[in-house]
């Protein structure tokens, strides 16, 4: 299979993070870098809109108009257009909020449990697994949510131990697991709750057509940065 190209992930891991002014439950050591405009909503009003690059501010609701990057310290995140997403801190636990759209990660080290929460259910993993040929040393995978169903995928450098209803599955390279709200046909049963049981292999035109989405993220983190570079600090403005 031909390597997937995390270049935005990589760009993100070599920034180097600045305090600036944000909200008063930004995540610690975080960064998010818009392609066109990220709109903040918390109890389902838009509160904000950031243009600039921006801290990312604890549990609101994050709609990305054009691709957005976000660099933590234990994750690296991609959110294709129109996503929406959160993420939150609790219990030692980092909580990926995927509603709508697809937004890739990349992992190389696990401090905490993660947990991949969708409208449909919600799966965790609390270890990964490099592959010691990963060339960016890095599990690179996506998490997808529609309205009836969503999925978590592993798209290369190594292995990632899901936790869910039906025990412990772990995804390898073009892998991916499916929450169901609804049948999903072939490929086994959906599952409703807290997860599904689908494990299923991606095939090479679904992996080509994920990998297309990574390959145009990957080429907008340096056009963002350098845009930021040189229009100084962002500010919100009000919606």
């Given at each position: 299979m031909k390597k997937m190209n995390f270049g935005l992930l990589l760009a993100l891991s070599m920034i180097f993070i600045v305090s600036t002014t944000g909200f008063?439950?930004?995540?610690?050591?975080?960064?998010m870098m818009p392609e066109n405009k990220v709109i903040v909503s918390q109890d389902g009003k838009a509160i904000a809109e950031y243009t600039k690059?921006?801290?990312?501010?604890e549990g609101a609701l994050l709609t990305c108009q054009g691709k957005c990057a976000v660099k933590l310290d234990d994750v690296l995140l991609v959110a294709e257009d129109q996503s929406q997403f959160s993420i939150d801190t609790k219990n030692n636990q980092r909580v990926l909020n995927v509603q709508k759209g697809t937004v890739y990660f990349g992992l190389s080290k696990m401090p905490r449990t993660v947990v991949f929460l969708t409208p449909v259910g919600v799966v965790s993993a609390d270890k990964v697994f490099i592959n010691a040929s990963s060339g960016n040393n890095m599990l690179e995978g996506y998490v997808k949510s529609s309205g009836t169903s969503s999925e978590v995928g592993v798209l290369g450098g190594g292995s990632l131990p899901l936790n869910t209803s039906d025990g412990v599955k772990v995804l390898k390279p073009g892998q991916r697991f499916l929450l169901a709200q609804a049948d999903m046909g072939?490929?086994?049963?959906?599952g409703g709750g807290n997860g599904g049981s689908n494990l299923g292999g991606l095939s090479n035109g679904q992996i080509a057509g994920i990998?297309?989405?990574?390959v145009a993220a990957g080429g907008i983190g340096y056009a963002i940065k350098r845009n930021n570079d040189d229009d100084g600090d962002?500010?919100?403005s009000n919606p």
């Amino acid at each position: 299979m031909k390597k997937m190209n995390f270049g935005l992930l990589l760009a993100l891991s070599m920034i180097f993070i600045v305090s600036t002014t944000g909200f008063a439950a930004d995540l610690s050591n975080s960064r998010m870098m818009p392609e066109n405009k990220v709109i903040v909503s918390q109890d389902g009003k838009a509160i904000a809109e950031y243009t600039k690059e921006m801290p990312v501010p604890e549990g609101a609701l994050l709609t990305c108009q054009g691709k957005c990057a976000v660099k933590l310290d234990d994750v690296l995140l991609v959110a294709e257009d129109q996503s929406q997403f959160s993420i939150d801190t609790k219990n030692n636990q980092r909580v990926l909020n995927v509603q709508k759209g697809t937004v890739y990660f990349g992992l190389s080290k696990m401090p905490r449990t993660v947990v991949f929460l969708t409208p449909v259910g919600v799966v965790s993993a609390d270890k990964v697994f490099i592959n010691a040929s990963s060339g960016n040393n890095m599990l690179e995978g996506y998490v997808k949510s529609s309205g009836t169903s969503s999925e978590v995928g592993v798209l290369g450098g190594g292995s990632l131990p899901l936790n869910t209803s039906d025990g412990v599955k772990v995804l390898k390279p073009g892998q991916r697991f499916l929450l169901a709200q609804a049948d999903m046909g072939s490929g086994g049963s959906g599952g409703g709750g807290n997860g599904g049981s689908n494990l299923g292999g991606l095939s090479n035109g679904q992996i080509a057509g994920i990998g297309v989405g990574v390959v145009a993220a990957g080429g907008i983190g340096y056009a963002i940065k350098r845009n930021n570079d040189d229009d100084g600090d962002g500010s919100p403005s009000n919606p």
